[in-house]
């Protein structure tokens, strides 16, 4: 984590707090789309989206039934702190956090964050009607900090669409929607004030920086454009004093949407490995490829005849500028698949079939 970065996870009251769409098996809510550089009133984008987000409660079994000392630290010192002492004080478990999420299928599919929900032995989805409704982890992926839970209904659920991140630029107007710190459903706005930030929180680090207040609880929560869609998930601030200054970040969409219909197929992310360690070219200039550091005598690349010192151009004719890039390109290729790598031996360049394997959860590329 680079120095200055606060990561605390909402749910242990920390601050840190491709692909194809769901099939539309009901009216989605609306959209709206402001006249002009900015809208008059962010009112008819929330009243059409805002029934699609929930609350969510984490929660673990515990023998004690006085849970009072477990209040989530983004409600102490709050006014709700007495409210939530009084709902689980005479209930068999622990409180751990709170955070939020979004409804993408009528069905009761959830999209919210790995460090919400990950480690919960239960979950409690409140919806903006009041309605509580237990739910279960489909599956989480901790390199994206992206989960699915799904609750059961026995009416259609309102739900919400996503949109294409790529198409978002730096100054567009976002809404950010949530619960932060408890205090149930709250929606801020803003701009996005960046692209492409890595904040060292893992190797797929591609955020959108917003400057929407979002703060522990929003985490999971998502980032609407003016059409009324999902074009990030919440997930990180930058704080010094825990609470927003202006500073969040969120996974784009055409990251999280390959990650979130993965996990709703098969409840887990497979991901292509090379088995090397990287690093971008030393005394490099732009474009001149990423260095093989070390090879893994068992994994794909030492199978392909890779060597340490070869130089890395492009992974199927997609240049590669960066050692995260490479990983990247490498983590989004199934594995079983061949990709070919671009390579520079000794002043010479040529094309090297490569085999990939599937990548552990903690493996380097």
């Known amino acids: 984590m680079k120095p200055g970065l606060r990561a605390v996870l909402a749910a242990t009251a920390l601050v840190l707090s491709g692909c194809s769409n769901f099939p539309a098996r009901a009216q989605p809510l609306g959209s709206f789309r402001a006249v002009g550089a900015a809208p008059m009133s962010f009112a008819p984008l929330v009243k059409r989206v805002v029934p699609a987000v929930v609350n969510i409660a984490v929660t673990e079994g515990r023998s004690p039934t006085d849970v009072t000392a477990s209040i989530p630290p ?4 709050t006014p709700f702190e007495r409210q939530f002492r009084e709902r689980f004080r005479n209930r068999r478990e622990q409180v751990l956090g709170a955070g939020s999420g979004f409804i993408v299928d009528p069905n009761g599919l959830i999209v919210t964050n790995n460090h919400v929900v990950g480690r919960a032995d239960r979950i409690t989805v409140a919806l903006s009607d009041g309605t509580e409704l237990p739910a279960r982890l489909i599956g989480s992926d901790d390199l994206t900090d992206i989960a699915v839970i799904r609750v059961s209904s026995p009416t259609p659920l309102p739900y919400v669409k996503w949109g294409d991140s790529r198409a978002v630029e730096v100054g567009d107007w976002i809404m950010a929607a949530g619960n932060p710190f408890g205090l149930g459903s709250s929606v801020t706005a803003g701009i996005v004030s960046a692209r492409g930030r890595d904040i060292g929180a893992g190797p797929f680090d591609d955020f959108l920086q917003i400057d929407a207040p979002i703060n522990p609880g929003n985490s999971g929560g998502p980032t609407f454009n003016l059409d009324g869609e999902v074009i990030a ?133």
């Open 74 to 77: 983004e409600l102490r010192g």
């Open 233 to 365: 998930v919440n997930t990180a601030i930058v704080s010094p004093t825990g609470g927003s200054v202006g500073i969040g970040f969120a996974v784009p969409s055409e990251i999280a949407i390959r990650i979130v219909s993965d996990l709703r197929d098969k409840g887990r992310i497979d991901r292509g490995w090379l088995g090397v360690s990287v690093q971008d070219a030393p005394g490099r200039v732009a474009h001149t490829g990423v260095e093989i550091a070390g090879i893994d005598r068992t994994g794909p690349a030492a199978r392909a005849g890779l060597r340490p010192g070869d130089v890395v151009l492009a992974v199927n004719g997609d240049r590669v500028d960066s050692a995260r890039g490479l990983i990247r390109a490498v983590a989004a290729a199934p594995p079983g698949s061949a990709v070919k790598l671009s390579v520079r031996r000794s002043g010479q360049s040529f094309e090297l079939p490569v085999t990939v394997g599937r990548r552990a959860q903690e493996a380097p590329s």
